[in-house]
């Protein structure tokens, strides 16, 4: 397995925000690593305003998380 997450810490609240998003979209390949799968799948959820939302709130959690281990950037101008 290859370590690619080294930290939370992040500049901004922009890398925060995409660090959220790469870590959703590593839970879905760890997941379901089969990338066949995936894209037979995509079709369906793609078009789907639950699987949509649900993504979302997947995002938010994670921004959540990797904001609270950046202190909100409390010191960011």
């Keep these: ?5 080294h930290t939370l810490i ?13 870590l959703s979209r590593v839970a879905i390949k760890m997941t379901q690593p089969d990338a066949a799968i995936r894209e037979r799948l995509r079709p369906e959820y ?7 939302i649900g993504s ?3 995002v938010a959690t994670h921004f959540a998380t990797v904001a609270a281990a950046n202190g909100y950037w409390k010191d960011e101008p």
């Design 1 to 5: 397995m290859t370590i690619w997450l």
């Design 10 to 22: 992040t500049k901004t609240p922009q890398e925060g925000y995409e660090l959220a998003v790469k």
């Design 46 to 52: 793609a078009e789907s305003f639950e699987a949509l």
């Design 56 to 58: 979302s709130q997947i």
